[in-house]
């Protein structure tokens, strides 16, 4: 029974591999890859560590799991305790990975809302070349509330900076001082009162009890006209028939959704028929970009050697939270 | 015969009007306002100075025309001589009312190539839900190289310097020092060195003889394969047919016009059937951004003042160069 490290991720790479196998050695441990979960599923019972993306299932059947540390940053389907046969099994995710990734996303979408892209895409496609009616929008001079101050939300605040907004307000569940890259940092008690003056709310939040929901009808109503919403936590967080109605009346100038539920997103669903609602098929942090990808090996290394001196994991998350 | 400054501005609000007027009556001036050209053709006679948009017509019918104000960037159809009826007569442009807007533009279609988000529009629009093979790429760790280091170009970098590109130059006819915006300021001479190490092409350059097919055959096999090509200068600068058999066979990874030539691109030209080109219909410096007409207005007040005091012109366009 050695001490084995499972690995699971769909990017690996021959660089990769080595870099794993190499601390994997200098801790006293033997490494194994799995192409998928479903190879995996039964076949990691000696396993003390997992690092990757795997099904529930997985996680389940590893008997001697101590650590797994999850390449996802939003890890609420391994929150729950009856998952793990070992109670006090630890689990880190990759929240800072994709800071970078979803913040681009988030600038594009954003941008594609304010210029109208969409219809302009329509009027591309249609083989004319004309000038809408109407104006365009700027994030210069808009007030920007971003719901969920992480990593996902301060990457983006610091690029959105250099675009002048009017403000840039961050939103976190408790009080905590911002690090520059916003102009103010309130609570989500203060919601309410931000709402009426945000012309992009941007979401960023991690599936939770308190998330559930947090954009409903009543909060969406307290938007201004033609405020714009673009959502890349978890599609729980939006009360999507209330959106829906939203877009279509026109009280919101449009939305951007990169999460939905349920995930896939059947054809008939109708979000799909909604006006002005930019959607994107869960990509905004698409683990395809290197830069996630290396970012990604690198924190599992980190704490790697952080689990094996016995210290303080640094992307520990407490299950009891959900992040 | 009084001293008269007629404006041809479509977007003309009763602030700006009672600014223009406040501003005219102060300096002994009046003021007419004409809805459209056709309705300036032949009864601008009397104008010592013309504000705004404009055909060559109502130039060529303006008999005391002195100071020609036009609130485009690129001013190429006013820099012929023969326009004129008085050859002293001062054109000035609107460069830097256009920088905010144009700078988003491209930061958004930037994204959009690097994301593939046409693609995924295209997967939305077949009622999928699907991450596409292959990767995504990022702003970050990009070698952006900047054709036209004017207002626009400028802005662009100030916003793309947020993503944190691996590189960032500036490239202008003769050298100057950046403003801090750029990493490194060159000069179109060292244009071909330049372009093997370019991952990001931007181009805002104004239309004179030099920058005609400036982005030739020979230079666009100079770019590293899958570099990406955006213009919002003028569709000159692009040998066009190089640049659909660039994208076509895949050299280039993708391209972005929002100038083309002619304008307005026919409903059939091979343009519309290039790979991976996203086409917008001339809108880049959209005058519907409440920023750019603001700033524009201003401008021509400022210039205006100058103007009555003898001083120089901030904006004034050197007809013999083109800009």
Same mark, same amino acid.
């Given at each position: 029974m050695g001490k084995t490290i499972g690995v699971i991720i769909d990017f690996?790479? $021959? $660089? /990769? #591999?080595?870099?794993? $196998?190499a601390a994997a050695a200098r801790y006293g441990y033997k490494t194994r890859y799995y192409p998928d979960s479903a190879s995996a599923v039964g076949n990691v019972d000696d396993c003390e560590i997992l690092y990757g993306h795997c099904s529930q299932k997985v996680i389940a059947s590893a008997g001697s799991l101590k650590w797994f540390c999850c390449c996802w940053a939003g890890v609420d389907p391994f929150c729950k305790d009856e998952l793990y046969q070992n109670p006090d099994c630890l689990l880190t995710n990759s929240s800072g990975a994709y800071g970078v990734t979803i913040a681009e996303h988030l600038i594009m979408t954003a941008l594609m809302l304010l210029r109208r892209q969409m219809e302009y895409t *329509?009027?591309? %496609? =249609?083989h004319e070349w004309r000038v809408l009616p109407g104006g365009i929008r700027s994030l210069y001079g808009s007030r920007i509330t971003v719901l969920g101050a992480g990593d996902i939300g301060t990457e983006f =605040? #610091? #690029?959105a900076r250099a675009f002048r907004p009017a403000k840039l307000i961050g939103v976190r569940r408790s009080a905590r001082s911002g690090d520059g890259a916003f102009d103010e940092m309130r609570t989500t @008690? *203060?919601?309410d009162s931000l709402l009426p003056e945000t012309d992009l709310l941007v979401m960023a939040l991690p599936n939770t009890p308190d998330t559930v929901n947090i954009l409903d009808k009543r909060r969406m109503a307290l938007l201004p006209e033609g405020a714009l919403v673009i959502n890349v936590g978890?599609?729980?967080a939006v009360d999507q028939d209330a959106l829906i109605a939203a877009l279509d009346s026109g009280h919101l100038g449009g @939305? =951007?959704?990169d999460v939905v539920v349920p995930e896939p997103l059947p054809a008939d669903h109708p979000l799909r028929e909604a006006k002005n609602l930019l959607l994107t098929p869960h990509v905004a942090g698409n683990m395809t970009l290197a830069y996630? %990808? +290396?970012? &990604?090996? +690198?924190? /599992?290394? +980190? &704490?790697? *050697?952080s689990y094996v001196a016995g210290k303080p994991l640094k992307h520990l998350v407490d299950r009891k939270k959900g992040y």
């Open positions: 690996l790479n $021959d $660089d /990769f #591999r080595s870099r794993i $196998d *329509e009027v591309i %496609r =249609a =605040a #610091r #690029r @008690a *203060e919601l978890r599609g729980t @939305a =951007a959704l996630t %990808r +290396e970012k &990604d090996v +690198e924190m /599992f290394l +980190e &704490d790697l *050697e």
